[in-house]
């Protein structure tokens, strides 16, 4: 028997007839290929068949969730754990794979947890100059008994050189003001009041708590069990991509850079190796043509969790109520 899904289950499924036909859109390599070959494109491969063939410095920001050293289970793909030193050897194996597709002014974050972030430190010191370790909330999981709940991940941002593109206007964030200040004249100061609060424009920290982790009610939710929100990778484009620049990610996934380069008017090249997750890729794809919202993001804004600058109905939708409630 089928699983038997909520009615507000929004998570997104492929039927039989739907992977066949995504399939098809989905590129594999064999030798070089072109710029133009790859813009916007999704390459069903391993990252390591694939390096070799991408072209020389056209990447102008890669961002990378590789597996974190945990023995898990990735759509037909198995990743098995191993020792720091072995996890260390593979990380560099990737990267110096795909070195030569940086431009001299790209940017670079790459994602860990607690256990493999001073591994990619290390890695990636050699290769770039590191500007900056973010440390986002990950609300969610069971706690522990006998150890702190792990609550955390980090993102490591460097740059290729002392030149990168840097957009700390893109990003801010919009906080709830508690005591806020007025001038002399009782107007406020570096704050809005509107009729839903009063909020300030903040510039952001590599403290992340605004986040929520895509869930079941969420549309861009999917069966993938490491998938990044959209909010989050949103942050990452905006802060280091101009419009129109090229996004790399050689551990697609379900897609989610993708979708959130095409939103936010950037090209992209995803590489992923599992056949299905490609496919949801696409659709996603297929369906941000249609619908470039980000949740969390509204108004060129970053939005504090739980917060939307709507205004519910007392006969809101759940679908509304969720967009409120997981902002």
């Known amino acids: 028997m089928p699983k038997q899904r909520s009615l507000r289950n929004k998570t997104l499924v492929l039927s039989e007839e739907e992977q066949e036909r995504y399939r098809q859109s989905l590129l594999r390599l064999a030798a070089p290929a072109s710029v133009e070959l790859l813009r916007d494109q999704i390459i069903c491969q391993d990252v390591f068949e694939t390096a070799p063939y991408l072209p020389e410095q056209f990447v102008d920001l890669l961002i990378v969730d590789p597996p974190y050293n945990l023995t898990k289970q990735f759509g037909e793909h198995h990743f098995q754990q191993r020792s720091d030193d072995e996890y260390a050897a593979w990380t560099e194996k990737w ?67 002392q030149d990168y593109y840097f957009d700390v206007e893109s990003v801010k964030v919009r906080r709830k003001v508690i005591a806020p200040y007025r001038t002399e004249d009782g107007a406020p100061k570096d704050w809005l009041e509107t009729e839903a609060g009063n909020f300030r424009l903040t510039h952001p ?105 709507k205004t519910t109905a007392p006969n809101a939708s759940d679908e509304q109520l969720s967009l409120f409630m997981d902002g």
């Not at 290769?127 to 490591?156: L, Q, S």
């Not at 986040?211 to 942050?235: D, G, R, Y």
């Not at 043509?289 to 060129?300: F, K, M």
């Open 205 to 309: 920290s590599n403290i992340w708590t605004d986040l929520t982790v895509p869930f079941w009610s969420m549309p861009e939710n999917t069966e993938h069990p490491a998938q990044k929100p959209e909010k989050l990778i949103a942050k990452l484009v905006l802060a280091s991509s101009a419009p129109n620049a090229l996004v790399l990610d050689p551990f697609l996934g379900s897609g989610t850079t993708a979708v959130v380069a095409r939103k936010l008017g950037r090209q992209f090249v995803g590489i992923e190796i599992d056949a299905l997750y490609c496919c949801i890729a696409q659709k996603r794809l297929y369906m941000a043509e249609s619908d470039p919202y980000i949740q969390g993001y509204e108004d060129g804004v970053f939005l504090e969790r739980n917060t939307s600058s």
């Open 95 to 161: 990267l110096s794979a795909l070195r030569h597709t940086l431009k001299p002014n790209a940017s670079v974050y790459v994602c860990g947890d607690w256990r493999t972030s001073a591994i990619l430190y290390n890695v990636l010191r050699r290769h770039f100059i590191i500007r900056n370790r973010i440390t986002w909330a990950r609300d969610k999981g069971r706690g522990a008994k006998m150890n702190w709940k792990n609550n955390a991940e980090d993102i490591w941002f460097c740059t290729v050189g």
